[in-house]
């Protein structure tokens, strides 16, 4: 179905068009496209640690996660910057997105003692962090687990 504009008899092969031209458009969101791509790994925390397995169902992430991260020689992160613990709540209140009710992310890595983990988890509780995920690897952790007296996992 098309419409043309002037004389009809006009045999004027150059004429204007009154069509858009969408390879401009196309060729801006394939770049766009790639950039997103490339982009959207980078986005995610990327401190190497060895994250015990968990057989839990994965719970949705938010937009914008907040990680604290403890590493094998007890360095604390806060996403992918080092903050000292006594600093850890400060440093988490100068995060403009959430507030005291977001969901903080706790990962440690598997030769983290135990102690160091309630440690953590409890200067998150007393700022009034009590929001906190712990997490783990997907999957079936690895070998049988023994229950040890009165059905307690040793």
């Known amino acids: 179905m098309g419409a043309t504009l002037g004389d009809p008899t006009d045999d004027d092969e150059y004429g204007e ?8 458009f ?22 190497p640690i060895d994250l015990p397995t968990s057989a839990a169902t994965p719970q949705k992430k938010p937009d914008k996660p907040t990680y604290v991260t403890i590493k094998p020689d007890l ?27 977001r969901r903080v992310f706790l990962r440690a890595d598997r030769a983290v003692p135990y102690g160091e983990l309630m440690a953590i988890l409890e200067i998150l509780r007393a700022g009034g962090y009590v929001r906190v995920a712990l997490v783990a690897l997907e999957g079936v952790p690895a070998g049988p687990i023994a229950a040890g007296p009165l059905g307690t996992i040793p």
């Open 26 to 47: 196309i060729d801006v969101m394939l770049v766009l496209l790639i950039i997103f791509m490339v982009a959207a790994p980078l986005s995610t925390v990327d401190l």
């Open 75 to 101: 360095a604390v992160f806060l996403n992918e910057q080092p903050v000292k613990r006594v600093d850890l709540v400060r440093t988490l209140d100068a995060v403009p997105e959430g507030g005291k009710d």
């Open 17 to 24: 068009t009154h069509e858009i031209n969408v390879t401009p």
